[in-house]
C-alpha cells in the first residue's frame, strides 16, 4: 500500500460508454499525475496538477478529462474513447509541486482500461 | 529536451547472480537521475535517486547505481539478486531547473531471476 489508490483496478468499456478513473492520496501531497503507461513506450505524462490547479496538459486528447476537486482527489473522466487508449493509467503524486523535477513520485497501482 | 534509453529490454539471471542494468542519457544541462520498479499488478516505485554530490548512490533492497557524467550513464547494479527481485525498472532523468514535466522515462528493462 503506497497510500494512492486508483479504482476501479480493471475497467473495460465500448468506444461509447462514459466512465471515469478515481484516484486519491493520503500523504498530504501537493501535485497529483496522471500517466498513460502502453506497452513498449515509456511512460506519458497526460496531466499535471499543483495543489487542485491542472499545469499541465501535454497534448491530450479530449476524450479525456480531468478532474481535480481538492489535493487528495484526482479523477479523469473518459468518453467516446478508441481502442488504442487501452493501458494501464497511473496516478502518482508528490509532495513538492510539479514546478520541480527533482520529486519523487508515489504511484498508485493502475487502472487496466480496455477499449472494445 | 533530455532523453534516457535503456539498452536492454530483458535480462534474465540466476538466483544469486550479479546483475547491471543499463542506463543511457543524453542532456545538454545537469540533471537529476531516478531509477523505480513495478513489480507485477503495481504501481512503480522509487529505487534510489540522484540529485547531486556522491555519484555512488544506494537505494532500497540491495541497488545501488553510479552517476558517470563523462559517460553519460547511470546505470543500476546489485551483487547478489533474489527471485523477489523479478520485475521491470524503469530509469528516469529529469533537467535540473526544470519541471516535472521534464522527467522522461525509459522503456524499461524486465528483470527476470530464475531458481
Known amino acids: 500500500e503506497t497510500g494512492v489508490t486508483q479504482t476501479p483496478r480493471h475497467l473495460v468499456m465500448g468506444m461509447t460508454n462514459k466512465k471515469s478513473l478515481k484516484c486519491e492520496q493520503h500523504?498530504?501531497?501537493?501535485?497529483m499525475y496522471w500517466y498513460k503507461q502502453s506497452a513498449k513506450k515509456p511512460l506519458e505524462l497526460m496531466f499535471v496538477?499543483?495543489?487542485?490547479?491542472?499545469?499541465e496538459n501535454n497534448s491530450v486528447p479530449s476524450r479525456f478529462s480531468p478532474e481535480c476537486p481538492n489535493s487528495s482527489h484526482l479523477f479523469l473522466h473518459l468518453h467516446t474513447l478508441q481502442p488504442e487508449d487501452s493501458a494501464l493509467y497511473l496516478c502518482?503524486?508528490?509532495?513538492?509541486?510539479?514546478?520541480?523535477?527533482?520529486?519523487?513520485?508515489?504511484f498508485g497501482a493502475g487502472s487496466r482500461l480496455t477499449v472494445l | 529536451a533530455q532523453s534516457v534509453t535503456q539498452l536492454d529490454s530483458q535480462v534474465p539471471v540466476f538466483e544469486e547472480a550479479p546483475v547491471e542494468l543499463r542506463c543511457n542519457y543524453s542532456?545538454?544541462?545537469?540533471?537529476?537521475l531516478f531509477w523505480y520498479v513495478q513489480y507485477p499488478n503495481q504501481g512503480l516505485q522509487l529505487l534510489l535517486k540522484?540529485?547531486?554530490?556522491?555519484?555512488l548512490v544506494k537505494g532500497i533492497n540491495g541497488f545501488e547505481a553510479e552517476f558517470n557524467k563523462s559517460q553519460t550513464s547511470f546505470h543500476l547494479r546489485k551483487p547478489s539478486v533474489h527471485i523477489s527481485d523479478t520485475a521491470e525498472y524503469f530509469c528516469?532523468?529529469?533537467?535540473?531547473?526544470?519541471?516535472?514535466?521534464?522527467?522522461?522515462f525509459g522503456k524499461g528493462t524486465k528483470l527476470s531471476v530464475k531458481p
Open positions: 528516469a532523468v529529469s533537467r535540473y531547473g526544470g519541471s516535472q514535466g521534464n522527467l522522461i
Open positions: 540522484y540529485l547531486s554530490g556522491s555519484t
Open positions: 542532456s545538454s544541462v545537469s540533471v537529476y
Open positions: 502518482a503524486s508528490s509532495f513538492g509541486t510539479a514546478s520541480s523535477g527533482a520529486n519523487v513520485l508515489t
Open positions: 500523504l498530504g501531497h501537493n501535485a
Open positions: 496538477y499543483n495543489f487542485k490547479e491542472q499545469t
